[in-house]
């Protein structure tokens, strides 16, 4: 799958709500409660302006982190930005700014053009594994989506993520961010759980075994699969499109949106063997 159309089309989402809200008080997000929608904004943005940073200058240490500071020379706020969210102030639940529109769109189109004339093989710092170009395009637009998902859900009905992006999306988190989280979190060791992610909006499967510190992803169900201590294939199954698999993963819907069965016990300790951030 090709990341930036899907990336181009979520920041533009993200931009036209920022556009229809300017002027209205801003909302506070429910998924990020220490947040309002100009917070939101303030930080999505400056992800977009600091992984443009990385993908200039390549390997080794990253530049100097592009901190959420109006004074920070790197977000390239207007010198004039009475109004915006303070930082340390959040949830700013003022007026939104009406320049900050404008600003997430130039720093999103900014990445954009970095991440779509790179090469995806071009190493570059990264907290993963996959130290390349390609892994920030492909993060970077998972956030993106779920981030504007954020923004619809505090002002409205949020739209689901497109079912392509949602389903490299599950992969995308027991590929990189399920090991990550683990490490950074210095979660218990696993008790050989399995779970089963069913798509059921499409023809996606995924079974992720966790075995001490390891997490292995099987993708389908082929022959030779390893089994579940009672012999099925996982102890527990959550099933539901590629959006509200995906958005459960990331902690934005419960489980009670998907339709599980099996052992509910396991399930109750997914988000302790996968810490949030």
């Known amino acids: 799958m090709d990341p930036l159309p899907h990336f181009r089309s979520e920041a533009a989402a993200f931009e036209a709500l920022l556009r229809r809200g300017a002027g209205r008080p801003a909302p506070t997000v429910p998924t990020c409660p220490e947040w309002s929608v100009a917070d939101l904004a303030l930080h999505l943005g400056t992800v977009h302006r600091f992984v443009t940073a990385v993908v200039a200058h390549g390997v080794g240490a990253p530049p100097e982190d592009a901190k959420p500071s109006l004074d920070h020379p790197g977000l390239g706020v207007p010198a004039e930005h009475d109004g915006w969210p303070e930082p340390d102030r959040a949830p700013n639940t003022g ?42 395009a492909r993060i970077q637009t998972i956030e993106t989506a779920v981030h504007r998902w ?30 990550a989280r683990r490490a950074w979190r210095q979660a218990p060791p696993a008790a050989g759980e399995r779970f089963r992610f069913r798509q059921t909006d499409g023809d996606g499967d995924w079974t992720v ?46 489980a009670d949106r998907l339709d599980v ?16 951030r």
């Open 261 to 276: 069965t099996g052992d509910r016990a396991v399930l109750d300790r997914y988000f302790d063997l996968v810490p949030p």
């Open 150 to 179: 954020d923004a619809d859900n505090a002002t409205g009905d949020p739209r689901p993520l497109a079912p392509e992006l949602a389903a490299d999306a599950v992969a995308q988190t027991f590929e990189v961010m399920a090991p």
């Open 209 to 254: 075994h966790f075995d001490g510190d390891d997490v292995r992803l099987t993708r389908g169900r082929g022959q030779g699969q390893e089994r579940g201590r009672d012999g099925a294939d996982s102890d527990v199954e959550l099933a539901g499109t590629a959006s509200d698999l995906a958005l459960f993963l990331w902690r934005r819907v419960p």
């Open 95 to 136: 007026p939104l700014p009406s320049g900050m529109a404008d600003w997430f769109a130039a720093g999103a189109a900014g990445l954009e053009e970095a991440l779509g004339t790179a090469d995806t093989a071009k190493p570059v710092w990264a907290w993963g594994a996959d130290a390349t170009v390609g892994f920030w």
